[in-house]
Structure formats: structure tokens, C-alpha cells
């Protein structure tokens, strides 16, 4: 069996807030939306240029509590070419909640509390 990440789900309470989110943090942008006929839910799937995956944000209509979509130890990473100019645009946004100089990483954290690891590099994945 082969298997290959296609996305990464989580669910938002303000589907506005997050897309403008992940397209300033991180330079994903809309490729597709679908949900209900009587838009009580939609899922919103977010690419960038860098790799085939995918972001699917679920939003639900008339949700006001925030969702579990994991701890601190449940998050996504990203590789990113420029590490200064990252750091930069994300200390700016006021997104960074964890840093850890010692291995060169750092967290930043969406609008609705999930993690995301950012490194250093270009990493090959054997293709």
C-alpha cells in the first residue's frame, strides 16, 4: 500500500479570518469551496505553489464555542525558504507563540489556536 497527505482539516469559526490568515502567513489562497445548499456548513480548501497539499477549513453556521483541533503537540509544519523574512512577517501579524532558538524553530498559531511549526530549509521528499 501507497499512501500520500492530500490535507489537513480543521475547523474555524470565522472562515474569513483564517483564510486571510493562512494567505498572509503562509501564501496559501482559495482553490475550492463546497458545503450545504442551505449554507449551514462549508468546507473551503486552501494551496500554494510549494506542494499539491491542502488546507480544508470546515466552518458550520451558528457555531460560537472554539473547536479541539488538538494540543500543542498536534500541528502541521512548514518548510520555509526565507526563515528571517518569516519571522519577520510573523512577529509582525503577532502570530508567534513558541520559540525555540535552540533547534532554530518556531510556532505561530491560526486564528482559532492551532499550531503551526515553521523550520528552516528546502527539504527533498524523495521525488
Known sequence: ?????IHWCIHVLDKEASIAFYER???F???HEMGSDDGSWSNTYLVN????FEIELTWNRGRTEP???GGRDTHIAFAVDDMEAARKLHEDMGCIVFDNPRMGI???ADPDGSWI???PGDFSFGE
Open 1 to 5: 500500500m501507497k499512501a500520500r497527505i
Open 25 to 27: 502567513a503562509l501564501g
Open 29 to 31: 489562497r482559495v482553490a
Open 49 to 52: 505553489d510549494q506542494s499539491p
Open 67 to 69: 473547536y479541539a483541533n
Open 106 to 108: 518556531y510556532f505561530i
Open 117 to 119: 511549526e515553521i523550520i
